[in-house]
């Protein structure tokens, strides 16, 4: 997509703008090459199939440069304008879909100039003054990243709400809470949800320190070794949004630690919403049924019948594979490039285009999905009532009520699980004789502590699943993210 430097008056666009056939080899790299390349060669070398993506942006930074060309009296105020203007025209062609992108003309960067160059004429070889394309893709992609960021920051906010409007109206569901998938202790609808709403908040942390970290402008670094131009760079980085320009001009042009970083934020993010499409299916399932998915997000099967399968849970879970694999793309691509621009780096958009398009499309769907939900109260408290989740609370009892050590009150309470499970009854069902048997010290009074509600209330830590811990949590949640 890149290459160094084009002279700013070179023939890059003169057959475009006279209306005369130019030769191949002169279309874009003016006297230097003899002969045009090879069809294969155009093939592999062209990125305008992908790169057209950064148009906004190549046309936004094309405009903070002229302007700032104009001002350092570097160019005419009277080219800038025309520069501008086209430019304009340029971008309204793009958005209206006449405009044609030529593959001979490579990139983005090419099939815009080129097109001013026919709309605007002798002004639009002035514009690639005291630049490079390696420059101008830097900034191009920083600011397409900047935008993806905030799309996605936007797109896990309104997840993020839709969880805690769905928690709000369960903060006394009762479920069972799990380790090794197995029940272990009673929690509450609205706990679980909120876990994820801590998981998608750190999700957006993460996006906003690599928006902050990428915030700084390439512009004016040119090739590799910035410019003789009496240029501007503060004044193009304030133009574009940029908090300051970059402090070295090899690194500006090399630099793809900013889509690395989003890159690696997508996939935990991704790895989020793939850990609660998992709960999603699981929770379906006739061995749960803990929620229920409307026909909106789910499918039939084309032999059975009575299937109703929750595949947009299931699509979630995969396609995470696809942002990770992203990742690992753009690492291998960058691990072994000298400073500064290589060709390789050209394969920096594809991966980071196709991270965002599918972590945009995971996003809504499970926003959509948690809208949809309609939770099985009855069966999760049913689930809950199984698998000895009180089994802790009678360990707690024995150490509080009687002095008890936490590891021999462990070991008692194992042996009422023991008897229990032997009887196939659950632990409050055990008469006091048989408790008694166990540990002699036990009283009736046991038995309150261990109902499912006492055991849910009991856990008033912060930050705990008891209900008026977890009404505040809703709240502060609110508060916090939305």
């Known amino acids: 997509m890149s290459a160094d430097q084009t002279p700013p008056n070179s023939a890059a666009t003169t057959g475009a703008a006279t209306g005369a056939a130019a030769p191949a080899a002169s279309q874009m790299w003016g006297g230097r090459f003899a002969r045009g390349p090879a069809a294969i060669m155009e093939k592999i070398n062209a990125s305008i199939g992908f790169d057209k993506r950064l148009a906004d942006q190549d046309i936004a930074g094309s405009k903070a440069h002229a302007a700032m060309l104009a001002k350092q009296g570097i160019i005419t105020q009277a080219d800038a304008d025309a520069i501008i203007g086209g430019l304009d025209r340029v971008k309204a062609e793009i958005d209206a879909g006449s405009f044609t992108f030529k593959v001979e003309l490579e990139d983005i960067h090419m099939n815009v100039e080129a097109r001013l160059a026919e709309l605007i004429g002798e002004p639009a070889k002035r514009l690639h003054t005291g630049r490079s394309r390696n420059d101008q893709v830097a900034t191009d992609f920083k600011l397409w990243v900047r935008d993806a960021i905030d799309r996605t920051i936007a797109g896990l906010t309104a997840l993020q709400a839709a969880l805690i409007d769905l928690a709000e ?31 998608f908040g750190r999700d957006r942390s993460r996006f906003r320190d690599a928006r902050c970290r990428l915030n700084e402008c390439p512009l004016g670094s040119a090739a590799l070794a910035g410019t003789p131009y009496p240029i501007d760079r503060f004044m193009t980085a304030e133009a574009l949004g940029f908090n300051r320009p970059t402090a070295n001009s090899l690194d500006a042009v090399s630099d793809r630690d900013f889509a690395l970083e989003y890159l690696s934020a997508a996939s935990i993010c991704a790895m989020h919403l793939s850990r609660f499409a998992e709960e999603i299916v699981i929770w379906c399932s006739a061995q749960f049924r803990f929620i229920k998915l ?3 997000f789910t499918t039939g099967s084309s032999i059975m019948p009575q299937k109703k399968n929750p595949d947009a849970a299931e699509l979630v879970r995969a396609k995470a594979g696809r942002v990770i694999g992203s990742l690992n793309s753009l690492l291998i691509a960058m691990k072994g490039l000298p400073l500064a621009y290589s060709k390789d780096m050209q394969e920096d958009k594809e991966p980071v285009f196709e991270a965002d398009d599918t972590l945009a499309l995971c996003i809504a769907a499970m926003e959509g999905m948690v809208r949809d939900m309609q939770p099985n109260v009855p069966a999760m408290r049913e689930a809950a009532d199984r698998g000895f989740l009180n089994a802790t609370d009678l360990a707690d009892w024995l150490v509080r009520e009687l002095d008890m050590p936490f590891r021999e009150a462990h070991h008692v ?5 023991k008897a229990a499970e032997d009887r196939r009854i659950g632990l409050t069902d055990l008469t006091l004789a048989e408790l008694q048997a166990i540990e002699p010290r036990i009283t009736e009074a046991v038995y309150p502590a261990l109902s499912i ?11 705990g699943p008891a209900p008026v811990r977890v009404q505040e949590a809703v709240k502060a949640a609110r508060e916090r993210f939305l």
Do not use: C, K, W
């Open 453 to 463: 509600e006492a055991s849910l209330n009991s856990r008033t830590s912060f930050g």
């Open 169 to 199: 109206q369960h903060t006394g569901t009762v479920m069972p809470g799990f380790t090794h998938l197995q029940a272990a202790q009673p929690i509450s609808f609205a706990h679980h949800l909120l876990a994820y709403v801590e998981m």
């Open 294 to 296: 409307s026909d909106a």
């Open 413 to 417: 309470t194992g042996r009422a699980v």
